[in-house]
């Protein structure tokens, strides 16, 4: 196998204008490096506590830290780097966008790379749903988009009930927070946003009925049909029903194509407004552009965020023009207007198209989850092998021990022990799912076939480390 730890630019940078070099009043050491970030910042932090690196330098799906370790990261900014670190064409654009003077943002007034960044995402979207579609620029962060999405919905429908999943995933600020599943994140909450309801998850391998694949998805649908047309369900109509059509912190779990569709059938139906959330499955990684395509039906408004800024931050909701019924200034923002994250993302959107990274992220996933199942039967300790495109997941477990529902328990600790021997066999990779007992992959779209085998092989040592064989 070829050394897959090279930090070497994928392409020359010798016509790179040279940025000056801020040296840094005084040197840590790398324990220090840490040290100093565990002693300043706020017991909030979370990914240090598994992922303890301080990063160098950076290049393709390759991280090098400060003590002089190489990884391969399949976490990626968790999907917000689909390009990578530091592509070549990504920085070029950003040199250029500065050197021509172009400001830093422009709250919501526009420029030319803002009108360029517009068009290169309706080129991105499915033909018909960009006829007629518009764009709302929100605050950077994904959290704020969903923010926007559900005040659109509630102002289009004059009504006030939401309905999640059980699972999902929208965010950290009040009203994402509570269509959130985790309850972790609840427990020491008050005040979140009344009249949310949460529906069962087409999740097959713990499914809620008991019964899993399509049998489990149909009744899913039937138990939501149910309550819409069931006057003593104690359910208002609701404005919206937000979904990720694949769960991403909630374990990496993909919507059935016939549950999405069915989802559709239902909330036209209802005059319900459906609600798509690809923070994270979309641009991309799951092997289509957009993960909703497969299942060859539009939502009412789609979330973007992390991947469509190519790396910088930025967020946006897209729906269709009949629901653009705001007022002037009814969700605003200060940094709407992102100007290098309209350059990168143009560019990244770009990429992805020209070099056929949506065909790569279906082979290369395909290749990581056949490795995944090997290694299943040598690990009964993987319960599942899952995902789409470069979204997988494997959920660790206790073998042959189940729970009072009869779904296997559920094997934290060992998650944890597997995601730290893999780090320190030169991998990146996330924990999620129920009780953190997910192994999350979420590598950049550049990933290449051999770098996807250094993945399986450290993910096959890090087991054998773990169980001591």
């Given at each position: 196998?070829?050394?897959?730890?090279?930090?070497?630019?994928?392409?020359?940078?010798?016509?790179?204008?040279?940025?000056?070099?801020?040296?840094?009043?005084?040197?840590?050491?790398?324990?220090?490096?840490?040290?100093?970030?565990?002693?300043?910042?706020?017991?909030?932090?979370?990914?240090?506590?598994?992922?303890?690196?301080?990063?160098?330098?950076?290049?393709?799906?390759?991280?090098?830290?400060?003590?002089?370790?190489?990884?391969?990261?399949?976490?990626?900014?968790?999907?917000?780097?689909?390009?990578?670190?530091?592509?070549?064409?990504?920085?070029?654009?950003?040199?250029?966008?500065?050197?021509?003077?172009?400001?830093?943002?422009?709250?919501?007034?526009?420029?030319?790379?803002?009108?360029?960044?517009?068009?290169?995402?309706?080129?991105?979207?499915?033909?018909?749903?960009?006829?007629?579609?518009?764009?709302?620029?929100?605050?950077?962060?994904?959290?704020?988009?969903?923010?926007?999405?559900?005040?659109?919905?509630?102002?289009?429908?004059?009504?006030?009930?939401?309905?999640?999943?059980?699972?999902?995933?929208?965010?950290?600020?009040?009203?994402?927070?509570?269509?959130?599943?985790?309850?972790?994140?609840?427990?020491?909450?008050?005040?979140?946003?009344?009249?949310?309801?949460?529906?069962?998850?087409?999740?097959?391998?713990?499914?809620?009925?008991?019964?899993?694949?399509?049998?489990?998805?149909?009744?899913?649908?039937?138990?939501?049909?149910?309550?819409?047309?069931?006057?003593?369900?104690?359910?208002?109509?609701?404005?919206?029903?937000?979904?990720?059509?694949?769960?991403?912190?909630?374990?990496?779990?993909?919507?059935?194509?016939?549950?999405?569709?069915?989802?559709?059938?239902?909330?036209?139906?209802?005059?319900?407004?459906?609600?798509?959330?690809?923070?994270?499955?979309?641009?991309?990684?799951?092997?289509?552009n957009f993960a909703f395509e497969s299942a060859g039906v539009e939502p009412d408004i789609l979330i973007l965020s992390k991947a469509v800024g190519g790396g910088m931050p930025m967020s946006l909701i897209l729906y269709h023009e009949k629901f653009d019924c705001w007022n002037p200034g009814e969700h605003t923002g200060t940094f709407r207007g992102n100007q290098l994250a309209m350059a990168s993302g143009a560019k990244t959107l770009e990429i992805i198209k020209r070099d056929n990274l949506t065909e790569n992220a279906t082979l290369r996933g395909e290749q990581l989850r056949s490795g995944f199942t090997q290694l299943q039967q040598q690990f009964p300790q993987i319960g599942d092998v899952r995902g789409r495109g470069l979204m997988n997941a494997i959920e660790i477990i206790k073998p042959e021990q189940f729970n009072k529902l009869g779904q296997p328990i559920a094997?934290?600790?060992?998650?944890?022990?597997?995601?730290?021997?893999?780090?320190?066999?030169?991998?990146?990779?996330?924990?999620?799912?129920?009780?953190?007992?997910?192994?999350?992959?979420?590598?950049?779209?550049?990933?290449?076939?051999?770098?996807?085998?250094?993945?399986?092989?450290?993910?096959?040592?890090?087991?054998?480390?773990?169980?001591?064989?």
């Open positions: 196998m070829q050394n897959v730890l090279n930090l070497a630019p994928e392409t020359s940078m010798t016509n790179y204008q040279e940025i000056p070099v801020v040296k840094q009043p005084y040197d840590l050491t790398p324990d220090e490096v840490l040290l100093s970030q565990e002693h300043y910042e706020s017991e909030v932090r979370s990914y240090p506590r598994r992922i303890p690196i301080a990063i160098k330098t950076t290049r393709g799906v390759i991280v090098e830290d400060t003590k002089g370790q190489t990884y391969v990261d399949c976490l990626a900014g968790a999907g917000a780097l689909p390009l990578g670190y530091n592509h070549s064409e990504i920085n070029q654009v950003m040199i250029t966008q500065l050197n021509e003077g172009v400001p830093y943002q422009t709250l919501d007034l526009t420029t030319p790379s803002k009108d360029a960044f517009i068009k290169a995402v309706m080129q991105f979207l499915p033909a018909n749903f960009a006829k007629t579609a518009r764009i709302q620029f929100c605050g950077p962060s994904g959290a704020d988009a969903v923010e926007a999405s559900i005040k659109l919905a509630k102002l289009y429908t004059k009504r006030n009930t939401m309905v999640s999943f059980h699972g999902a995933y929208h965010g950290m600020t009040n009203g994402a927070l509570s269509l959130t599943g985790s309850l972790s994140a609840k427990n020491r909450r008050t005040g979140l946003m009344s009249d949310v309801h949460f529906m069962p998850f087409p999740y097959s391998y713990r499914c809620s009925f008991g019964l899993g694949g399509a049998q489990g998805a149909a009744q899913s649908i039937r138990y939501i049909e149910s309550i819409l047309s069931d006057d003593e369900s104690g359910i208002t109509k609701p404005a919206a029903i937000i979904v990720e059509p694949i769960q991403g912190e909630g374990g990496v779990i993909p919507a059935p194509i016939e549950w999405l569709q069915a989802l559709r059938r239902l909330t036209t139906e209802h005059g319900i407004l459906l609600i798509f959330d690809e923070i994270q499955c979309g641009i991309g990684r799951s092997g289509d094997d934290p600790e060992l998650a944890a022990k597997i995601q730290r021997a893999a780090l320190e066999s030169g991998l990146i990779i996330e924990k999620g799912g129920r009780q953190g007992a997910v192994l999350r992959f979420l590598p950049p779209l550049i990933i290449s076939e051999t770098q996807i085998e250094f993945v399986l092989a450290t993910v096959a040592k890090a087991f054998s480390i773990v169980m001591d064989i």
